[in-house]
């Protein structure tokens, strides 16, 4: 089965900054990786997600790039804002029948005003 | 259009004891999953089902039972509680497979005394 790991737990930046959260995964035959934001005390919520056949992709402040080679995958977020604070998770699919996601052990981003 | 729906709110247990926990969705979605909650664990899957009628273990089945009643409804039931299993429990849906975006309820906060 599929194993993420990401990095790091916790991220504290400055309003306005950028913020980069990076997941490794094990499968080469992995080829599709979201990312879910989930507010204190909400449920998770799908951000963005890219699937293998591209390297980037952006929607507005947040992108994901994806590293097939090295198999990792980040998410970037610029001009942060207080919103922006949260716990962010990756996933990958779980095993090669694609039923079922793994997500990582998540990273906690507090943007400071 | 409510989306994923999770009953009980909040639960107390006593060790030993039993309940089960329900899901619905109304996204006439194919697959829907359990998750567990903990800190600093992220999103741990204990049983999916990828399609109406089956059902499958997913990272910590043990413990749990699951039943998909129909196609809108899956729920988790814990046999004899243990305080290990105090967490907090998502339900979550998606239209095809693990690789489209999962909605998730709004989570069941249960305490195992």
């Known amino acids: 089965g599929e194993n993420v790991e990401q990095h790091p737990s916790t991220l504290s930046v400055q309003e306005g900054d950028s913020a980069v959260i990076k997941c490794t995964y094990s499968d080469s035959a992995s080829n599709y990786f979201p990312w879910y934001k989930q507010e204190l005390g909400k449920r998770p919520q799908l951000i963005i997600d890219i699937r293998s056949n591209v390297g980037e992709k952006k929607d507005q402040r947040i992108a994901v790039t994806l590293n097939k080679t090295a198999k990792h995958f980040s998410l970037h977020i610029t001009e942060t804002q207080p919103e922006d604070s949260a716990v962010y998770f990756c996933a990958a699919p779980r095993d090669t029948g694609r039923r079922a996601l793994t997500f990582g052990s998540g990273t906690r981003l507090q943007v400071q005003p | 259009n409510a989306g994923v729906t999770q009953t009980p709110k909040f639960q107390v247990l006593k060790t030993g004891q039993s309940m089960t926990l329900q899901c619905a969705q109304d996204m006439n979605h194919n697959s829907m999953y359990w998750y567990r909650q903990d800190p600093g664990m992220g999103l741990r899957l204990i049983y999916y089902?990828?399609?109406?009628?089956?059902?499958d273990k997913g990272e910590v089945p043990n413990g749990y039972n699951v039943s998909r009643l129909n196609k809108r409804e899956f729920s988790l039931r814990l046999e004899s509680a243990a305080p290990s299993q105090t967490s907090v429990y998502f339900c979550?849906?998606?239209?095809?497979?693990?690789?489209?975006?999962?909605?998730f309820g709004p989570g069941t906060r249960l305490l195992v005394l």
């Open positions: 979550a849906s998606s239209g095809k497979d693990g690789q489209e975006t999962q909605y």
């Open positions: 089902s990828a399609s109406e009628g089956t059902t």
